[in-house]
């Protein structure tokens, strides 16, 4: 990890100082043997990625600290965000639909400061990405899940009126496709083939929607003569 982050470390060093400014001006000490403090010094550094850039390793450690201390709003959120700004749009559509059926809402209050900007994520930088998730959701065929991550992060970007008008686009795809699949079923229970009896001498058939039953007359067999024997 030192050699990913060499070239740009003040940064990072500047971001953790600032993390630990809080604790040291309350007179507080960091203990690593208390969950809490080991809690928060895990989502400071995967924090300081994330800032850096490094959004791919930032999505690692979340999900890592996901496995150890629970899926919460807070570390879905940051996982979200790393898979968009690093451009895994498959990703990030999984995550807000994790986020959406465990009733885990990915907030803007669950954000350093309330805002994108608390993450070293610039407008200019939220807007980009927002507009290449819309480009990915309307290319597609409309999936519900993809347009769902469009809202989520318009939301968290600040952009309320765009993120609802997605959020309406989700639910209107979301029923065009149960009714899709409604209709198909029952296109396809109306077309079950049903096998007719066959009759003698005649070939069994299957009906056709629409149409009528037709057979098609096997020729009849010829007794075969049996040779004189000499």
Same mark, same amino acid.
């Given at each position: 990890?030192?050699?990913?982050?060499?070239?740009?470390?003040?940064?990072?060093?500047?971001?953790?100082?600032?993390?630990?400014?809080?604790?040291?001006?309350?007179?507080?000490?960091?203990?690593?043997?208390?969950?809490?403090?080991?809690?928060?010094?895990?989502?400071?550094?995967?924090?300081?990625?994330?800032?850096?850039?490094?959004?791919?390793?930032?999505?690692?450690?979340?999900?890592?600290?996901?496995?150890?201390?629970?899926?919460?709003?807070? @570390? %879905? !959120?940051?996982?979200?965000? +790393?898979?968009?700004? =690093?451009?895994?749009?498959? &990703? /990030? #559509?999984?995550?807000?639909?994790?986020?959406?059926?465990?009733?885990?809402?990915?907030?803007?209050?669950?954000?350093?400061?309330?805002?994108?900007?608390?993450?070293?994520?610039?407008?200019?930088?939220?807007?980009?990405?927002?507009?290449?998730?819309?480009?990915?959701?309307?290319?597609?065929?409309?999936?519900?899940?993809?347009?769902?991550?469009?809202?989520?992060?318009?939301? @968290? %970007? !600040?952009?309320?009126?765009? +993120?609802?008008?997605? =959020?309406?686009?989700?639910? &209107? /795809? #979301?029923?065009?496709?149960?009714?899709?699949?409604?209709?198909?079923?029952?296109?396809?229970?109306?077309?079950?083939?049903?096998?007719?009896?066959?009759?003698?001498?005649?070939?069994?058939?299957?009906?056709?929607?629409?149409?009528?039953?037709?057979?098609?007359?096997?020729?009849?067999?010829?007794?075969?003569?049996?040779?004189?024997?000499?």
């Amino acid at each position: 990890m030192v050699v990913r982050l060499i070239g740009r470390p003040t940064k990072i060093v500047l971001f953790l100082i600032t993390a630990m400014v809080p604790l040291c001006a309350t007179g507080q000490s960091l203990n690593l043997n208390d969950e809490s403090d080991r809690r928060s010094h895990e989502l400071a550094f995967a924090d300081s990625l994330l800032t850096i850039g490094n959004y791919r390793e930032a999505a690692t450690a979340y999900a890592r600290m996901s496995l150890k201390y629970g899926a919460t709003n807070q @570390l %879905l !959120g940051r996982r979200f965000i +790393a898979q968009v700004l =690093s451009g895994d749009v498959l &990703q /990030a #559509d999984v995550i807000a639909q994790a986020a959406r059926l465990s009733d885990t809402p990915i907030e803007r209050i669950d954000l350093p400061g309330g805002t994108l900007d608390g993450l070293g994520i610039s407008y200019e930088l939220g807007v980009a990405r927002a507009n290449a998730l819309a480009a990915v959701a309307m290319r597609g065929d409309g999936s519900v899940v993809c347009l769902e991550a469009v809202a989520v992060w318009l939301t @968290l %970007l !600040g952009d309320d009126e765009r +993120a609802a008008r997605f =959020s309406m686009f989700a639910r &209107q /795809a #979301d029923k065009w496709q149960a009714d899709k699949r409604e209709a198909d079923k029952r296109e396809a229970d109306r077309l079950v083939p049903i096998e007719e009896i066959p009759l003698p001498g005649l070939l069994p058939v299957i009906s056709q929607p629409n149409a009528a039953p037709t057979h098609e007359v096997l020729p009849v067999p010829q007794p075969i003569e049996p040779e004189s024997l000499h």
